[in-house]
């Protein structure tokens, strides 16, 4: 397999602070990297560099085979990203938020209620601002999103929290349909056992460098 | 770039219909500084259609920081600041959508503090209705500047303080040439050179803002 993600020595900045110190990092296409780490580890910095969001300060990186130091832009439109604070319009529907993108995407907007629906949104709950839906429910719009943009790399940044029991079975349903159709999935947790489950590489971060890196049950279930 | 352009003017103008912002704090705004400087020229007839097109661009002015803010605040949270970059639209176009939504809220409002114009300070009507190529040249440059500098501060703590302290100066050549050309054509001859002045601060904002809003939205 190919790599997705390749990182050297990768340092990003927060300010003037080093959120990523140094990071060596090696991710196969195909595969779901999961990330924990206490808070501050750099988690959610090092989904946002993978995504082209935050600069590579030094150090190489490249992601679906694009220069992070020079090609973000050209990543950016591969990239899906479920974050801590809501991607969402407030004051559009979710269907809505998911026509927009899809519309910027020039894909069919159509696609935005197959997704919606996946995700148990249907009716009322796809119609209404979506300030209007709880946390968890903003967050399963955030995986119809996904789910209706399929990228070729999927960030998720703690992806269970807010979710119900149902939520997060449909989210590592999710993540495998994905992997499965060839998608790279990186997700951060504070839950070792549950991403153990569904992951095929477990790392852990600790003040911004990789601590240790380790082997998940879907790599030897696969295998 | 014109394709995106559409698309997030469309949404811009959609949030707008949903919050009505511009109906409930813009334009009473507007409105309420016109009546306030009626109320300090005094009654005298000769000095409030001698002070008129001043105020009434004073008043625009004032009235389009608040559209400004409004504009920028609908990216300003990390979450849609990050959607919007990762959809891959032309950072020209976004610029350009969200100019152009933002003018035509600001015409609305321009064409409500005409109306009060004609109210509160005694104008002529069709004297005034000829200034609609003044107003229009004028509101592409306020709709330029505001959104350029919106994407400045946008994101930033202090953005609702800063961004008045930035796009005023810059808006001083409109609010000159605004009112110059509105006085000349209120007593009765052209806009002349001003309209000229104004369609040139037009062009220029908007093609600086094309160049520069893609570097401000995403800092190397």
């Known amino acids: 397999m190919a790599p997705a993600v390749t990182l050297r020595s990768a340092v990003a900045l927060l300010g003037r602070f080093p959120a990523l110190a140094g990071v060596d990092l090696d991710v196969e296409e195909g595969t779901v990297l999961a990330v924990l780490g206490p808070n501050g580890a750099g988690k959610t910095s090092l989904l946002h560099l993978l995504g082209g969001l935050l600069a590579l300060r030094s150090g190489t990186g490249r992601v679906l085979g694009c220069d992070l130091a020079t090609q973000r832009r050209a990543l950016r439109p591969q990239v899906g990203l479920l974050g801590h604070a809501s991607t969402l319009y407030p004051e559009l529907s979710a269907a809505e938020n998911l026509a927009f993108g899809l519309r910027a995407m020039r894909r069919p907007a159509s696609d935005g209620a197959v997704a919606l629906e996946r995700v148990g949104l249907i009716g009322a709950l796809a ?46 349903a999710l993540v495998e349909e994905a992997v499965r159709g060839g998608a790279t999935v990186v997700l951060s947790s504070h839950d070792p056992d549950r991403v153990a489950r569904i992951a095929d590489l477990v ?21 | 770039m014109w394709r995106d352009a559409v698309l997030v003017c469309g949404k811009d103008l959609r949030i707008e219909a949903r919050t009505r912002v511009l109906l409930w704090q813009v334009v009473p705004f507007g409105v309420l500084a016109l009546i306030l400087f009626a109320l300090a020229l005094g009654p005298s007839e000769v000095a409030l ?41 032309d950072a020209g176009g976004v610029f350009l959508g969200k100019a152009i939504a933002l003018g035509v809220q600001l015409l609305v409002l321009a064409g409500v503090l005409e109306l ?80 000229i002045v104004l369609a040139v601060m037009a062009v220029v904002y908007l093609a600086v803002g094309v160049v520069l809003y893609g570097p401000l939205e995403d800092p190397a």
Do not use: K, M, N
Request: hydrophobic share 50%; aromatic share 4%; net charge positive.
């Open chain 1, 127 to 172: 119609t209404v601002p979506s300030r209007s839906l709880s946390a968890g429910q903003q967050r399963r719009v955030g995986l119809a999103w996904l789910a209706a943009r399929r990228p070729a790399l999927w960030l998720l940044d703690e992806p269970s929290a807010g979710l119900d029991e149902d939520g997060r079975e449909l989210c590592d």
């Open chain 1, 203 to 223: 790392v852990d971060l600790a003040g911004g460098v990789v601590a240790q890196v380790r082997v998940g049950e879907r790599a030897r279930r696969v295998a």
């Open chain 2, 49 to 89: 259609r001698h002070g008129a097109p001043g105020l009434l661009w004073l008043a625009l002015l004032l009235a389009s920081v608040l559209a400004s803010s409004r504009s920028a605040a609908i990216e300003a949270t990390e979450g849609t600041r990050a959607t919007v970059r990762l959809l891959g639209l």
């Open chain 2, 116 to 195: 009060g114009l004609l109210v509160l300070f005694h104008v002529d009507g069709g004297r005034l209705a000829l200034t609609t190529p003044i107003c229009l040249l004028a509101v592409a440059a306020l709709a330029a500047v505001g959104t350029l500098y919106g994407a400045l501060v946008a994101g930033t703590e202090v953005s609702v303080t800063l961004l008045p302290l930035l796009v005023l100066p810059a808006l001083a050549p409109v609010l000159i040439a605004g009112e110059r050309g509105t006085a000349s054509v209120l007593a009765g001859g052209g806009p002349g050179r001003w309209a």
